[in-house]
């Protein structure tokens, strides 16, 4: 029930931070928020705040806060989104259309010169790891999906620049080229 509350009050801040951004009007946007869950929509994009266990440690949980869709095409470079998420997103995910073949990805990521001192990665090739210290970002890959972490402060607007950067080194390896947007 804490966690429910707090789920709550987070997500109505963020309702008005995008509403005053934004410029909306309340007919612009959809606001829903029960059991531990909020979901608002807006014309540029839809956001989602959950709480939930800690798999790894049930006495404790996750509270998670995500863009789910991004409908408008410079969304992400917007400061307005900037402004209304910096303090709730710290992570860029890319989920993959079809699984890569890992074992395949390393070998051309090795190729690069200026990604191949930043990567490690499971034996087995389940999963790679790059870390770029120049612009500190640090990405975990998996068959089904990316994710870029900026290493250190929180800071949106540098994330998805960064993200971007590494996209199109990562580009002759078979990445997508853009984080993706309308």
């Given at each position: 029930n804490v966690g429910e509350t707090r789920i709550q009050q987070q997500s109505e801040a963020l309702y008005q931070s995008i509403r005053l951004h934004f410029e909306l009007k309340r007919k612009q946007l959809h606001y829903l928020c029960e059991g531990g869950y909020a979901h608002i929509e807006s014309p540029h994009f839809a956001a989602e705040l959950y709480i939930d266990q800690d798999p790894a440690n049930p006495a404790k949980f996750l509270e998670t806060a995500q863009v789910v869709k991004m409908k408008t095409k410079d969304i992400?470079?917007?400061a307005r989104f900037h402004s209304c998420?910096?303090?709730y997103c710290?992570?860029?995910?890319?989920?993959?259309?079809?699984?890569?073949?890992?074992e395949?990805?390393?070998?051309?990521?090795e190729d690069i010169p200026l990604l191949e001192a930043g990567l490690s990665y499971a034996p087995d090739a389940s999963f790679m790891?790059?870390?770029?210290?120049e612009i500190s970002l640090h990405i975990h890959v998996r068959p089904l999906f990316a994710t870029f972490k900026?290493?250190?402060?929180r800071d949106l607007a540098r994330l998805l620049d960064h993200s971007q950067q590494?996209?199109?080194?990562?580009?002759?390896?078979?990445?997508?080229?853009?984080i993706h947007t309308p």
């Open positions: 992400a470079q917007d998420f910096n303090a710290d992570c860029l995910k890319i989920e993959f259309m079809s699984p890569l073949d890992l395949k990805k390393i070998d051309e990521v790891d790059l870390k770029l210290r900026i290493i250190g402060a590494t996209l199109e080194l990562l580009a002759p390896a078979g990445f997508p080229k853009r």
